[in-house]
T-cell receptor, first 114, second 114 residues
Framework: DAGITQSPRHKVTETGTPVTLRCHQT?????MYWYRQDPGHGLRLIHY???????DKGEVSDGYSVSRSKTEDFLLTLESATSSQTSVYFC?????????????FGPGTRLLVL | AQSVTQLGSHVSVSEGALVLLRCNYS??????LFWYVQYPNQGLQLLLK??????LVKGINGFEAEFKKSETSFHLTKPSAHMSDAAEYFC????????????FGTGTRLKVLA
């Protein structure tokens, strides 16, 4: 399995508070992605990174920001959490030489916003 | 633009019966196509992928899929279902270059009946 960890694995927070989720990889892969998974929607891309300090928006980026100051870490921040951001968040990485298109997923973070 | 449609959010099969999970895609550029499996409370695991070359691709756990450009389909099959195949399955499409952002289908939950 690809070396991807996510922290925390579970979090309960209140509306209006900031929340930061961390994705850490040990594969030295170039690309990193944040998705959210909701029933009936599959997985939807929030933000992605194509290198250190190089990030871009996905299809559901409103209310989220990201940062990548090191190859191995990709942080997702909810500046002011809302109940609509209750979801399961997955980090993914890709960049295996000769198979850059293949994404490997972390175990997920379950976030509940009350 | 790219999109993915998975027909049937829930599919039930008897143990030993054929598994057929349907995926149709839309893409204005040559696509890469993927099937992932997700077991309860886990991340996504790659089953198989089509990038170029042979249109019939074999994956793990006895699954295979065939890329049919004329039908814009990438259906997943397995000749004989096992109880351990019960999970949720996601089809995804990406471009054949660039940052390899995925567009996921909404998923199909497979139930295997004894």
């Amino acid at each position: 399995d690809a070396g991807i960890t996510q922290s925390p694995r579970h979090k309960v927070t209140e509306t209006g508070t900031p929340v930061t989720l961390r994705c850490h990889q040990t594969e030295n892969h170039r690309y990193m992605y944040w998705y959210r998974q909701d029933p009936g929607h599959g997985l939807r891309l929030i933000h992605y990174s194509y290198g250190v300090k190089d990030t871009d928006k996905g299809e559901v980026s409103d209310g989220y920001s990201v940062s990548r100051s090191k190859t191995e870490d990709f942080l997702l921040t909810l500046e002011s959490a809302t109940s609509s951001q209750t979801s399961v968040y997955f980090c993914a990485i890709s960049g295996t030489q000769g198979a850059e298109e293949t994404q490997y997923f972390g175990p997920g973070t379950r976030l509940l916003v009350l | 633009a790219q999109s993915v449609t998975q027909l049937g959010s829930h599919v039930s099969v008897s143990e030993g019966a054929l598994v057929l999970l349907r995926c149709n895609y839309s893409s204005s550029v040559p696509p890469y196509l993927f099937w992932y499996v997700q077991y309860p409370n886990q991340g996504l695991q790659l089953l198989l992928k089509y990038t170029t070359g042979a249109t019939l691709v074999k994956g793990i756990n006895g699954f295979e899929a065939e890329f049919k450009k004329s039908e814009t389909s990438f259906h997943l099959t397995k000749p004989s279902a096992h109880m351990s195949d019960a999970a949720e399955y996601f089809c995804a499409v990406s471009r054949a270059s660039g940052t390899y952002k995925y567009i996921f289908g909404t998923g199909t939950r497979l139930k295997v009946l004894a």
